[in-house]
């Protein structure tokens, strides 16, 4: 009796592993569910005031401009080189929305005006915009500007800003340069 009871034990586990271990082809087939990405900027970076400004890395006569280069994950980094903004700044953040293809990225020195001196140098800003949609055409407007209190306005200073429109192509090997726009220029 012991013995039917143990060999009975060991067929049923046996059974269960077996069962335990078994999947349909339909579920090993099926692809997993990927939601969707919503539309963001991430991984914002700034090099800090550099000493010198960066040389173009194809003849241009900017000193001023933006790097787009597609990132394997289908997004869009962005490299603003040589922005120029107060050397005692320190304090930056970048904000971006896309509403069907229009795409609008406002680049921020948010360092507090009190901290400004009287120079300005050069920095490089980065972030990858995504997810973007391969073939699409996209207008996107960079603004960059320095964030200002009512007291300032009040006083009379302003700062500088720049809107550069850009309109390109999404692939997965786009990597193209923008020179910045500044007020009154023409485009080329």
Known sequence: ???????????????LALLAGCSSDNEKNEEPIVEPREFAL?????????????APRRSMEYNEYFEL????????YVKHVNATFNCVSHKF?????LEGQTLK??????????????CE???????????????????????????????????????????????FTYSLDFDDVF?????GETEI
């Open 105 to 118: 990225v406002t680049e921020l020195d948010a360092t507090h005006a009190e901290y400004m001196a009287t």
């Open 179 to 183: 020179p910045v726009r500044y007020e």
């Open 42 to 54: 991430t991984n914002f970076t700034n090099t800090g005031c550099k000493s010198t400004m960066s």
């Open 121 to 167: 140098c050069p920095f490089d800003l980065g972030y990858i915009l995504g997810p973007m949609k391969e073939g699409a055409t996209y207008d996107m407007t960079i603004t960059t500007t320095t964030e200002t209190t009512p007291e300032l306005e009040a006083m009379g200073v302003r700062f500088d800003k720049t809107e550069t429109p850009i309109t």
């Open 69 to 76: 280069k597609a990132t394997k994950d289908g997004g869009l």
């Open 93 to 97: 953040k970048a904000e971006a929305s």
């Open 1 to 15: 009796m012991m013995k039917t009871k143990s060999l009975f034990g060991l067929t049923m586990l046996f059974l």
